[in-house]
């Protein structure tokens, strides 16, 4: 049995100022036994020519990180990461 709990998910757009999904990041962060884990998975824009719009979106997507508590410890994982991107309600 895993003990892992306090499980949190946020997206953050960065995509068109923020307005599209197409660029951004994905966060979860939880609790397994007593070590908080926080792993964050991003899109940024590709291209040399895009170096100060990729360490801006960084930066905005590491200031928009914050995580609802939201009581989703027995939800299958895929089901709330795939629930949280698409931006519906995770509630169960």
């Known amino acids: ?6 499980v949190g ?3 953050i757009k960065t995509g068109l100022g923020g307005a599209a999904g197409n660029k951004g990041a994905i966060a979860i962060r939880f609790l397994l036994h007593n070590t908080t884990m926080c792993f ?3 899109h940024f ?4 020519n895009n170096v100060k719009e990729r360490n801006s979106d960084f930066h ?7 995580f609802p508590m939201v009581c989703i410890d027995l939800v ?5 990461v795939e629930t949280c991107w698409t931006n519906r ?3 169960v």
């Open 1 to 6: 049995m895993c003990d892992c709990r306090d």
């Open 9 to 11: 998910v946020v997206s």
């Open 40 to 42: 964050v998975c991003s």
């Open 45 to 48: 824009a590709a291209g040399q």
């Open 60 to 66: 905005e997507i590491a200031q928009k990180i914050t």
């Open 76 to 80: 299958p994982l895929p089901f709330i």
């Open 89 to 91: 309600d995770v509630s």
